[in-house]
């Protein structure tokens, strides 16, 4: 059954009467069936799934379910003693709400259940959060069985984001889609409240096969038997890419080889979903089309991978695989897992000995490891973890070689120094030198020409366009080579992001458009309108952005209704993710730059409203002000954004610029240099800094910021 998220806040007081947990049940839409549907025909697959990770993503709070100590246990952090206990069969913690005073808040939902588990509490709206403690559901001899919390250094206290009120911590947009089944999150932004609802409370077979009713009433027909395609059983989408396949051994390398090679990517576009780090732009998905319909995945960005793509925040593994030559060579995920289960297909090094011969690999003459040891295991070396939310190791995915080599001239991170914590980069780029003769060279060879384009290093542009031209380059590591290049576009360098556009894949075109989208109109206009009916939606929507404004009306004639449709794709884009200041900072800007500054103004307060802390929101209000002549409302709003986030370097940047508009020269000079001090990357900053300075009588102090921006 479906449920609908009630807006009651927990009561506080006396015990209340058991009671159902605070759902509306509905009736199943849009053709879904639920799991135990499935369960007549598939019931050894049914039972594998109901033992995994995917059946319990999420669930109601009760003693089958709940694994955390609620006997009236205590935890202390940032000044604040939250206390877990029951009271009339129900789950309570005791901490600090929104306005930061204790009260007593119900558990409604249990969320995720290894190797930690967080619980969830409704607030007004209809909102669900998730709270900041979790326990720690590892065994007593890991360290486990133990409440932590999340940001043990951070010191999270109400007001901030990141406390489990806040809008960072939210279950409706940051988590949802990914632990339930046709999850709709149903923002009313008139209302400023969810309607969030969902056909199965976890991740149910249709999560990943699609809406069951038609394949449900194919199977109870005569028709059963005759069946020749998905289409003709009523599936939605068939996950077969693996159907009749065989991985063959190649004697000559040691390595298997698909017996046919990968013509789709349908196994992959479902699990990318949940499983890439993306924001999601709509609820209508479609079981079998490009996940970038729905969702815009992130590429190797800045912060969150390292240069040579392994990852670095929390980016989950569909970024990091389709960086490595297992995809390139036609492995998908289920090559490896057992999707219903989620277990490996084999233990260990077996999982590898599938498709890589055990006698060359897992020998120590490859691995330079006892046999048996812990460095002798193949994860160990192409697949080191990186911790998350404290306690939970992934596995990166790129299956790379370790590259300690880049650990010395890059900065980035390596597998050898997972285990050898006291040995340096150099230590291990020696000892592997002295294994093999000579310099390690893998799949993935581009780190260099990312870093370029990341700290604009000499042959930056001629680095990234080599890889963006090479078809052989994974289109994950072409996008973020194109994104890079977009900052040193020259007539030399435009064809590189012209012939992107042609790409097969949508994230390179992505990367493209929105490449060409800071160009100048002439150019904009030559190239992207053709863009506008791109089957899939994040591409076409950017187009439309790109487009709009002054010159919109140059469209051709034939690409206006295009134009038109896309736009109000991008529109509706937005208003779907209301309920985050990004959704109103897009409009506003969308608004700005069409000409309408009120409509502008309103949709950057909202964003404000949503987010006090918002930086882009008010560097761009500060501007619409500044355009319309009010430099004294522009520094309010830059002055209390300063107040919430003091290391904003963008807010004193233009807070500085706002003061020379003023004739403030001096409090103007501290700014601006208060912005360089913050941002040393940023060369705009410097420059502006080292003109200030040099316009006050300070060109000495001008030419020491120039040359110190220069040596950065």
């Not at 991008?570 to 985050?580: G, H, I, K, L, S």
Request: with cysteine.
């Amino acid at each position: 059954m479906a449920a609908m998220l009630a807006s009651a806040p927990a009561a506080r007081g006396a015990d209340p009467a058991p009671e159902a947990p605070a759902v509306v049940t509905q009736s199943f839409a849009r053709g879904y069936v639920g799991s135990p549907a499935c369960a007549e025909c598939h019931r050894a697959t049914f039972d594998a799934w109901a033992g995994s990770q995917h059946a319990r993503a999420m669930q109601v709070a009760d003693p089958k379910t709940v694994l955390g100590n609620f006997r009236n246990a205590r935890f202390t952090y940032a000044g604040t003693t939250s206390t877990f206990f029951t009271r009339g069969g129900k789950y309570f913690v005791r901490t600090d709400g929104p306005d930061g005073k204790l009260a007593d808040f119900e558990i409604l939902y249990t969320f995720g259940v290894a190797p930690l588990q967080q619980y969830l509490i409704e607030l007004p709206g209809g909102r669900l959060q998730a709270l900041g403690i979790a326990w720690d559901a590892r065994p007593k001899s890991a360290d486990g069985q133990r409440w932590f919390h999340l940001y043990p250094k951070e010191k999270i206290r109400a007001g901030d984001p990141l406390h489990w009120t806040g809008i960072a911590q939210n279950w409706n947009f940051m988590c949802a889609e990914c632990h339930s089944t046709d999850l709709r999150k149903k923002f009313d932004p008139t209302l400023g409240e969810y309607r969030t609802t969902w056909s199965e409370i976890s991740v149910g077979c249709e999560a990943c096969h699609g809406p069951g009713a038609d394949h449900l009433a194919w199977a109870k027909t005569k028709a059963a038997g005759r069946a020749t395609s998905a289409a003709d059983m009523g599936l939605a989408i068939a996950l077969n890419e693996r159907k009749g396949i065989q991985w063959a051994p190649v004697a000559a390398t040691g390595n298997a080889q698909r017996s046919a090679p990968r013509t789709s990517a349908r196994e992959m576009g479902v699990c990318a979903r949940c499983h890439a780090r993306a924001a999601r732009i709509s609820d209508d998905y479609v079981h079998g089309k490009s996940p970038l319909d729905t969702h815009r995945p992130a590429r190797i960005d800045e912060g969150l991978y390292w240069n040579d793509g392994q990852m670095r925040d929390e980016v989950y593994n569909w970024g990091s695989f389709v960086q490595s030559r297992m995809h390139a060579k036609g492995v998908t995920c289920s090559d490896c897992h057992d999707p219903h289960t989620q277990a490996l297909r084999a233990p260990g090094n077996a999982v590898c000995a599938a498709c890589h011969a055990p006698a060359k690999f897992d020998s120590e003459r490859h691995t330079h490891h006892a046999r048996g040891s812990a460095g002798a295991a193949c994860t160990a070396c192409h697949m080191p973890t990186t911790t998350y939310m404290q306690v939970d190791p992934r596995h990166e995915h790129s299956m790379r070689i370790p590259r300690p080599d880049l650990s010395v001239t890059l900065g980035v991170p390596n597998a050898c120094s997972n285990c050898h914590a006291k040995k340096s980069p150099q230590w291990a780029a020696d000892s592997i030198a002295k294994w093999t003769g000579k310099k390690p060279v893998g799949y993935q060879n581009f780190a260099e020409a990312l870093h370029a384009g990341s700290v604009g290093a000499p042959g930056t542009r001629d680095a990234l366009q080599t890889i963006t031209d090479d078809p052989a380059q994974p289109a994950m590591v072409r996008a973020s080579a194109i994104d890079r290049l977009a900052r040193w576009l020259t007539p030399e360098t435009l064809s590189s992001a012209v012939n992107a556009l042609n790409d097969t894949d949508p994230l390179v075109r992505l990367a493209a458009v929105e490449a060409l989208s800071a160009t100048d109109p002439a150019t904009r206009l030559r190239y992207l309108p053709r863009m506008l009916t791109d089957p899939v939606r994040s591409v076409r929507i950017e187009a439309a952005r790109a487009l709009a404004g002054p010159d919109e009306s140059r469209i051709p004639a034939a690409q206006r209704d295009a134009f038109a449709k896309a736009l109000a794709e991008y529109v509706a884009v937005q208003t779907y993710n209301a309920d985050r200041p990004e959704g109103h900072l897009n409009l506003g800007n969308l608004h700005a730059i069409r000409g309408d500054p009120n409509r502008a103004l309103a949709e950057f307060e909202k964003a404000i409203e949503i987010d006090p802390r918002s930086v882009e929101a008010r560097v761009n209000l500060a501007d619409l002000h500044r355009a319309r002549g009010a430099d004294g409302e522009a520094e309010t709003v830059l002055r209390k954004g300063i107040a919430l986030e003091p290391r904003a370097a963008p807010l004193h940047h233009a807070l500085g610029l706002a003061l020379v508009r003023q004739k403030q020269t001096a409090a103007a000079v501290r700014e601006l240099g208060e912005a360089a001090k913050l941002a040393p990357a940023n060369a705009r900053y410097a420059y502006v800094y080292a003109v200030a300075l040099h316009d006050t009588g300070r060109p000495q102090d001008a030419l020491r910021a120039l040359k110190a921006a220069l040596e950065r």
